[in-house]
Structures are given as structure tokens and as C-alpha cells.
């Protein structure tokens, strides 16, 4: 897991260093679905609502959506 | 007078109609390009032990003019779960004991409505999201400000949302209510050209009743009590992604870790790998792997001898870990601009809980 956190570390710090710019023509691969952080909104929500009523945290990305009874 | 008193009613309800159904056809008319636009439906299906869950979302997201876009969605979640009348605490496994058996049955019914208007690189979402079930009424409406930076490289979003909610489980004699303010900020960055990473970060304070009302603690030395739960709760999380595009075979992986935190004691840390591979030009597979790992809140104890100011016997509260595994195959037809996909995946929990998640979509692209 330490190792996972140093990768995530590096992600940080490579954002932070301002990165060389991407001209438009150059984003054909950044525009594909797959590089989509959530490209499917309706999935992300429904998988968010339900590992929140499995698991105790909940968050990360967005501000989340409307209240639930289940947790 | 009567029968006038009919007509005028069926000619009334004729009109409501009509502007209905022009608005319909308003929406689905091709306009403008801001936004993807489309209408998609959704069909989660869970099956837990114990849980049946079939959730139909209906989602219509259309662009009003060149620089403003509405979203519409509908959501329903049939939720049949076996319940206990009394859970005892359960610590490593599910040990539950139970007094009777009986079978629970609620919809949770869902509508969400957002617009977002873009000002040159500037763009601003505000929603409204309503959910009713029977033991429960959440309002929430939403904000998010988002800028493009640095020739769009960069994009930065902040967000604030409020829960309104009410609670009203089997075991309250009278609603109560509970709040919830949200916040949140994310960078997105453009790398390379085959490289995008995002960290985001949500800070939450929730007030009121935050419990269900639903449920009973079995006490050690005999007998029942009611759940009792903190009245307020700070929760913190900073989520980091990282996609990466792997050119010699067209497919891409995706990294995520998120690390959480909150008031009550409870860490997790959440670490996430999904792989996606092109078959061919319109089809594509995702393969993914999740761990969740969290510590106990303060007050959780695998048994409870009824003195303590806070007792509960959900397992949301307890040290656990859990595997998610999952396969996803998404297709697209060029004529008509239609979408599909099929999800399955498997959840594991260190409690005991197990499940099978199952998803099938349909998009229509305008």
C-alpha cells in the first residue's frame, strides 16, 4: 500500500509542477471515453450510493447527492 | 352542468397535456452542442444477503440554447430486505440474532434537476435533488463553479451543497430532522497527451438525527435499546485519479486512491485499478479491481452492556475491509447514436456481506 501512496504522491506532484501544455489537436486519446474520469455520470452515482450505505466513508470527488435512509 | 363541468376538465387536462408533450418534443430536438447530449436509462440490480435492490434511472440531459444545458433524472430504488427486529452487535462476522423475520419493502423515489450555464471559460451548475421514501424526505439543492486555466489544461471546480432531510424510521415516535452541509474543490489536469490526472478534496458537517431509526441493539445482559448516535459528524476525503492512455494497444488505466477521515474516528483508505481495453473500433472492456479498508468509529463495541451514551449494531461503524471486482462491456452503434453496456461485479465484504451488482444502460446521443 506504501507504494500505491508513493504513486499517488508522484500524480500530485507532477500537477503541481504545471505540466507541458496540450494543444487541442493533440487531445484525440484525452477525448476518449476511457480517459473519462466517470464517463458514465448515472454509474458513478448509483456506485456511490451504494457503497455508502455498505461502507462508513463516503466522498472524494463532487458534492454528492441527495440524502438516503439506508445508513 | 355536469357534463360541462367534465368537459371543461378533460379540455383542461387536454391542454396540461399538450404544453407537456411540447416541452418533451422541445427537448428532444436537436439544438445546439454544449453539453452531451442524450437520454439514457439504467437498470442497477443488487442482490445482497438479505437486500434485493432493482434501480431504474431515467436521465434526460439537453441543451436549451448555446450556452445552456438542463438535466433531468428520475430514479427509483425498490429496495425487499429480510429484516431483523433485533440485530446483536456483530463483530468480525454477521453473527445476528434475530426475534422474528419479516420482509421490508420500500421505494425510494429520486428526482434530480440541474442547469448549466457557461460564461466564456467560466461554467456554473446548480441542481436541486429530492429523494421520498417511507421513513425519509432529503432536499438538496447544489452549486459548483468550474473554470478552464491555461488553455484549458487545467480545469478547477468548486462545489456547496445542502441536505435538507427528515427522518422518521420504525422506532421514532416523531421526525427529526438532520443537515448536512457540503463542499467541495477539484483540480483536473492534462498531463501529456495521453495523460490526465484529478485530485479532489470534500469536507461535510452533518447536524441533527444521524441515524435510521431503523434499527435495535441487542444489550449483553438481556434485553433491547435503541441506537444512539453522535449529533454531529465532520467527514473529510481527498480523492486522486490518474488516466493513462496506452497507445500500442489502444486501452487505458485508470488509478485511484482516495483517503478519508472523520470525527467519529473512522479512516479508510480506498485503492482502485480499472483497465480498459478496445475490441475494435466501437467496443470497448473494463475490467477493475477496488480495496476498501476502514478503522472503527469511537463508540462501535462488539457488545454493549446499555450504560453508554453511544450504542449501534451496524456494521457502517466497524473496522472492516472489502474486495469489489468488476467487469464492464460498452458498445456503440454509429446509426442510430445509441450506447449499451453491461456491468457485472462482485462485492466482498470482511463482515460476512456479499453481493452481485448487475447493470444494464442504454444511451441515445442526440
Redesign the interface.
Known amino acids: 500500500?506504501k507504494l500505491?501512496?508513493l504513486?499517488?504522491l508522484i500524480?500530485?506532484a507532477?500537477?503541481l509542477v504545471?505540466?507541458?501544455?496540450?494543444?487541442?489537436w493533440?487531445?484525440?486519446?484525452?477525448s476518449?471515453?476511457?480517459?473519462?474520469?466517470d464517463h458514465?455520470?448515472?454509474?458513478a452515482?448509483?456506485r456511490e450510493h451504494?457503497?455508502g450505505t455498505?461502507?462508513?466513508?463516503?466522498?472524494?470527488?463532487?458534492?454528492?447527492?441527495?440524502?438516503?435512509?439506508?445508513? | 352542468m355536469g357534463v360541462t363541468k367534465a368537459l371543461g376538465l378533460r379540455a383542461q387536462g387536454l391542454k396540461g397535456s399538450s404544453v407537456l408533450l411540447m416541452i418533451f418534443v422541445y427537448l428532444i430536438l436537436p439544438y445546439s452542442a454544449m453539453a452531451d447530449e442524450y437520454v439514457?436509462t439504467?437498470i442497477?440490480y443488487?442482490k445482497f444477503d438479505g437486500l434485493t435492490?432493482i434501480?431504474p434511472?431515467i436521465?434526460l440531459n439537453k441543451d436549451l440554447s448555446l450556452n445552456t444545458s438542463i438535466l433531468l433524472?428520475a430514479t427509483l430504488d425498490n429496495?425487499e430486505a429480510q429484516t431483523t427486529t433485533v440485530d446483536a452487535v456483530s463483530g468480525a462476522t454477521k453473527t445476528t440474532t434475530s426475534t422474528s423475520n419479516t420482509k421490508d419493502e420500500d421505494n425510494?423515489k429520486?428526482l434530480?434537476f440541474g442547469v448549466t450555464h457557461a460564461i466564456s471559460l467560466y461554467k456554473i451548475d446548480v441542481g436541486y435533488?429530492?429523494?421520498r421514501?417511507k421513513?425519509?424526505t432529503?432536499?438538496?439543492p447544489?452549486i459548483?463553479l468550474s473554470r478552464d486555466l491555461?488553455?484549458?489544461?487545467t480545469t478547477l471546480a468548486i462545489?456547496?451543497?445542502h441536505?435538507f432531510?427528515n427522518?422518521l424510521?420504525k422506532y421514532m415516535s416523531k421526525a427529526q430532522d438532520?443537515g448536512?452541509n457540503?463542499?467541495?474543490i477539484?483540480?483536473?489536469?492534462?498531463?501529456?497527451?495521453?495523460t490526465?490526472?484529478?485530485?479532489?478534496?470534500?469536507?461535510?458537517h452533518a447536524t441533527g438525527y444521524l441515524g435510521?431509526g431503523?434499527r435495535k441493539v441487542a444489550l449483553s445482559g438481556g434485553g433491547e435499546s435503541d441506537e444512539y448516535l453522535p449529533d454531529s459528524r465532520k467527514?473529510?476525503?481527498?480523492?486522486?485519479?490518474?488516466?493513462q492512455?496506452i497507445?500500442p494497444i489502444n486501452?487505458?488505466v485508470?488509478?485511484i486512491?482516495?483517503?478519508?477521515r472523520?470525527d467519529?474516528w473512522?479512516k479508510?483508505?480506498?485503492?482502485g485499478i480499472q483497465y480498459?481495453q478496445?475490441i475494435g473500433d466501437n467496443t470497448?472492456m473494463?475490467l477493475e479491481y477496488r480495496y476498501?479498508e476502514?478503522e472503527k468509529?469511537f463508540f462501535y463495541k462488539d457488545s454493549y452492556a446499555g450504560s453508554e451514551q453511544f450504542i449501534t449494531s451496524s456494521n457502517?461503524?466497524s473496522q472492516?475491509s472489502?474486495h469489489l471486482y468488476g467487469v464492464k462491456l460498452?458498445h456503440y452503434l454509429r446509426s442510430p447514436n445509441i450506447s449499451t453496456?453491461v456491468?457485472y461485479e462482485r462485492?466482498r465484504?470482511s463482515t460476512g456481506?456479499d453481493g452481485d451488482?448487475f447493470?444494464f444502460?442504454v444511451?441515445y446521443h442526440f
Not at chain 2, 490526465?196 to 461535510?204: D, L, N, P
Open positions: 500500500m500505491v501512496r504513486l499517488m500524480i500530485i507532477a500537477m504545471g505540466c507541458a501544455a496540450t494543444s487541442p493533440q487531445r484525440e486519446h484525452l476518449k471515453p476511457v480517459m473519462q474520469f458514465n455520470k448515472e454509474e452515482i448509483a451504494m457503497l455498505l461502507e462508513g466513508s463516503a466522498g472524494g470527488f463532487g458534492v454528492g447527492g441527495g440524502g438516503c435512509g439506508c445508513n | 439514457s439504467d442497477n443488487y435492490v434501480k434511472m436521465t433524472r429496495v425510494r429520486n434530480t435533488d429530492y429523494s421514501e421513513d425519509y432529503s432536499q438538496t447544489s459548483q491555461f488553455e484549458r489544461n462545489g456547496y451543497s441536505n432531510d427522518v424510521g438532520k448536512s457540503n463542499y467541495s477539484s483540480l483536473t489536469q492534462f498531463i501529456s497527451p495521453i490526465v490526472a484529478q485530485i479532489g478534496y470534500t469536507y461535510s435510521t431503523n467527514r473529510e476525503a481527498i480523492g486522486v485519479r490518474l488516466a492512455y497507445t486501452s487505458a485508470h488509478l486512491y482516495r483517503w478519508y472523520d467519529w473512522i479508510s483508505n480506498t485503492y480498459y478496445y470497448y473494463r476498501y476502514q468509529a457502517l461503524y472492516l472489502s460498452v453496456e456491468k462485492y465484504q456481506l451488482i447493470m444502460g444511451k
